[in-house]
């Protein structure tokens, strides 16, 4: 039996992951709606042996009436994800792509047939991150006054997740027959609509495109809390967590992973990768530069507004002192979403002050920062990989390219040198590369549990 080795994923927008990462000098901003710029960070994460790149996406942007032009949003201004993977599918041959699309504003037929046309482009390496958008901003793109609440974007996307798969499920396997003696073009037998109406949702017919080569792209997922545990379990094959210690990433691992069980589910089957910004050099100071140097471009009015993006604090906190710690009677969350809370209980444990705050979050927006050399970062991603707390890693590279640079170039080898980490492709799909299951087609299943019944 092969070594377990850490899954990595690369979280690589073109304007760069720290708040202020555009502003270095090595930066590229000027290219993020470059193909060509793609093109090379795809690349690099592929010499990296990567499993996959993966962009979120936020449909809603800028409002010149309310943000300062300092960058805040930037992130918001890239291109559309299927679009941009669609075309870096073919200058790549092993990588996978993770494309984020809205279970709550998107359609099941339209975007079923998206991520089923990226994986027959790709030969089988797409991945949806199914994210539900709780952003009131998008809501109004799309004709709504407010979002819906939690519990019906749940719900709608509970039965998103099942509706794409009964419609990737379309068509079997050997559907498609392209008889020219015959004329028969496909075999009706083996072509299934899904016949769908919920709560929320209603769909009739097949999808007219078949089966993905993966049977269905990878389902990716990212929510913490309650209900977003409850949907992982249920469907995702790859979890993106925001944790800050060993402690707390044990406990989600371990919480997820006995979820499984009820769907009929085993651990292996959901492969964990907490999110985790990294700043590695040759010495600890010059990584410690690193990050000191990024810090020094963000503009403190924009490192207080992403407080109050993420941190939820309704106070206007630029009234206090910046280089004290937050007020005690400021952002007690009884009820708070959990990436809220998260930033929360990084200012109390750490002491942070208001600047020190916002230059942390400014890293990788609440997920785990590393500063140090090589051996360093290894260590510890070392020690939650082999204690329960992580199956592999999204890397959040800084700016780019150079933090990407960084990675490949100084902890990929230190990790390959441990026998962490692949030191070529396992397989073609994304599926076989991260060691999940090609799922079986439902209705072959269903079928032959009838004639077994009878």
């Known amino acids: 039996m092969s070594k377990r080795k850490i899954k990595l994923g690369a979280f690589v927008p073109g304007i760069s992951q720290h708040l202020a ?18 093109v090379e960070l795809a690349k690099t994460a592929e010499r990296g042996l990567f499993d996959a790149y993966f962009l979120a996406d936020i449909p809603v942007s800028v409002d010149p009436d309310r943000t300062p032009n300092l960058g805040l949003n930037a992130n918001n201004t890239g291109l559309e994800p299927i679009t941009l993977f669609s075309a870096l599918s073919a200058v790549t041959q092993h990588i996978g792509f993770i494309a984020t699309a809205s279970s709550t504003y998107e359609q099941p037929y339209s975007l079923a047939r998206k991520f089923a046309s990226l994986d027959h482009l790709s030969q089988g390496r797409a991945a949806w991150n199914v994210v539900t958008t709780a ?22 996307a509970d039965e998103f997740i099942n509706v794409a798969q009964k419609l990737w499920d379309s068509w079997e396997d050997d559907a498609f027959s392209y008889d020219k003696a015959s004329g028969h073009f496909f075999d009706g037998s083996k072509v299934h609509a899904p016949r769908f109406k919920g709560k929320h949702i209603a ?9 993905p080569p993966q049977g269905y792209p990878v389902i990716v997922q ?17 979890i993106f967590t925001a944790q800050q210690n060993l402690s707390d990433a044990q406990s989600f691992y371990r919480d997820v992973k006995q979820r499984l069980s009820k769907y009929g589910r085993h651990a292996d089957d959901v492969k964990i990768m907490p999110g985790v910004s990294i700043f590695v050099a040759a010495t600890e100071a010059e990584a410690r530069a690193k990050y000191d140097e990024l810090n020094s471009y963000i503009h403190p009015s924009v490192g207080l507004m992403l407080l109050h993006a993420l941190g939820g604090f309704t106070e206007d906190l630029s009234q206090y002192d910046l280089d004290q710690p937050l007020p005690a009677h400021i952002g007690q969350l009884s009820h708070g979403a959990s990436r809220q809370q998260l930033i ?64 490949v170039d100084l902890v990929v080898p230190e990790l ?4 962490l980490f692949r030191t070529a492709y396992e397989g073609t799909t994304l599926r076989e590369n991260l060691g999940l299951k090609r799922p079986e087609n439902q209705y072959v299943l269903a079928r032959r549990y009838t004639e077994h019944a009878s």
């Open 416 to 419: 390959q040198r441990r026998g």
């Open 21 to 38: 990462g555009w502003r270095h000098p090595q930066a590229r901003p000027q290219d993020n709606h470059s193909l060509a710029y793609f």
């Open 344 to 407: 929360l209980d990084i200012a109390r444990k750490n002491n942070f002050s208001i600047r020190q705050l916002y230059q942390w979050i400014a890293s990788a927006r609440g997920h785990w920062t590393l500063i140090g050399t090589p051996a360093q970062i290894a260590d510890q991603l070392q020690e939650w990989f082999e204690n329960d707390a992580a199956d592999g890693f999204n890397i959040l590279p800084p700016t780019t390219p150079a933090s990407l640079d960084d990675f």
């Open 222 to 238: 990212a929510g913490q809390s309650e209900d977003g545990r409850e949907l992982a379990a249920k469907y995702a094959e790859v």
């Open 203 to 211: 769909v009739d017919g097949a999808l007219n495109i078949a089966r």
């Open 135 to 156: 952003q009131p901003e998008v809501a109004k793109n799309y004709g709504l006054e407010q979002a819906p609440l939690p519990q019906a974007r749940y719900e709608r």
